[in-house]
């Protein structure tokens, strides 16, 4: 018997998915004190490294493997779903340095712990990871691409589209906290592109799926990553996915990416024949359209809403309390990553790494 497809999904290490801790230090002067995660630029290639002993990274995602690229210039402990954590040795080179096979597809929260020794001059550097999904035998994944004329895709707010060029996509940006575009498709998952800020400032921005609650992302300032990947979904049955800019500066997209299987064909051909057109939206376009959209955009507005508030007032009543002896030395930044979305209560805790026959996993 052949085994199952697969879909496999890249996901850069510059994603906003990805949550880095201590946070990341983007700048690139070699006079300022350097700690945590620090950001490496080759061309066009972009990865993050650190070599402190507790530095780590997390990433949720819904599949059976996950394999990572880069290197591990020291020793570093990996956690999957709150099971024991495994240790795993250095390894010279720039390799798939983790590959890492499940016995259970559903939604895995899996950590890497920096465990360098004070001193080292090894490092752990991530470009991206893999994320690997299996699909029913004889079943073979498609792409559909949505850019940001497609008809397909309702904008509700003050949306742009900047041209194409030779070096970059055409965007669909605006500046309005609120502003949301929305997509009904069908398929087993989707993703979408863009940067994750423009070079004055950084982007935070909301995604819902499927009228769930929503999860929120802030980001740093790279030129273009996966702003969102969800896979796992099901193909007979009508999803849709929210964006909405939840911050005060420009957030923009490029791109949104459905992936189907003849499943998916079967069930969407005799629902809708209507092809994507490259028509730009309007500045105010489909308002009428987007009362159930807004029921699921407002929860994400009110608890960012809150969460500002609250972080506001512990700011100032540490300030009130230390104003004698210390003061602020920068702004009180908003960061957070996930903040609307808890770990899955129906998640296996699995506490060995299954080896993938025939895959050396």
């Given at each position: ?17 990805i949550t880095y801790a201590p946070t ?254 490259t028509s730009a939206p309007s500045a ?78």
């Open positions: 018997m052949s085994s199952p497809s697969e879909l496999v999904f890249t996901l850069n290490s510059t994603s906003p998915m990341i230090n983007i700048s690139i002067h070699d006079s300022l004190p350097k700690s945590g995660w620090q950001v490496s630029h080759s061309g066009d290639d972009v990865s993050y490294f650190a070599s402190s002993p507790g530095a780590s990274f997390e990433l949720q995602f819904y599949g059976m493997g996950l394999e990572l690229w880069g290197s591990a210039g020291c020793p570093y402990n990996v956690t999957i779903d709150s099971s024991a954590s495994l240790s795993f040795p250095a390894m010279s080179g720039a390799v798939s340095f983790f590959q890492g096979w499940w016995g259970l597809q559903t939604t895995h929260t899996w950590t890497l712990t920096v465990a360098c020794t004070d001193g080292s001059e090894g490092a752990i550097a991530f470009s991206s990871a893999s994320i690997i999904m299996e699909i029913p035998q004889g079943e073979t994944p498609s792409e559909i691409f949505y850019g940001v004329n497609d008809s397909l895709l309702e904008y509700n707010g003050s949306w742009s589209i900047s041209p194409e060029t030779t070096l970059t996509s055409s965007l669909a940006e605006t500046s309005n906290f609120g502003d949301f575009v929305s997509l009904s498709f069908y398929g087993i998952a989707v993703a979408v592109n863009g940067p994750t800020a423009n070079v004055s400032s950084n982007s935070s921005y909301g995604v819902s799926l499927d009228d769930t609650p929503g999860q929120a992302f802030r980001t740093n300032p790279m030129s273009n990553s996966q702003l969102f990947y969800q896979g796992g979904l099901d193909p007979t049955h009508e999803h849709s996915i929210v964006l909405v800019n939840t911050g005060l500066s420009s957030f923009a997209f490029s791109s949104i990416v459905v992936w189907t299987t003849s499943t998916t064909t079967s069930t969407t051909a005799s629902s809708s024949s209507i092809e994507p057109s105010h376009a489909g308002i009428g359209k987007h009362s159930n959209v807004a029921k699921i955009v407002a929860p994400i507005i009110a608890v960012i809403a809150v969460v500002t508030l609250c972080i506001a007032f512990c700011g100032w009543k540490w300030r009130r309390k230390h104003r004698s002896t210390a003061t602020l030395s920068g702004p009180f930044g908003l960061r957070f990553s996930r903040a609307f979305k808890s770990s899955s209560a129906s998640a296996m805790a699995l506490n060995d790494i299954k080896p993938r026959a025939g895959h050396g996993y």
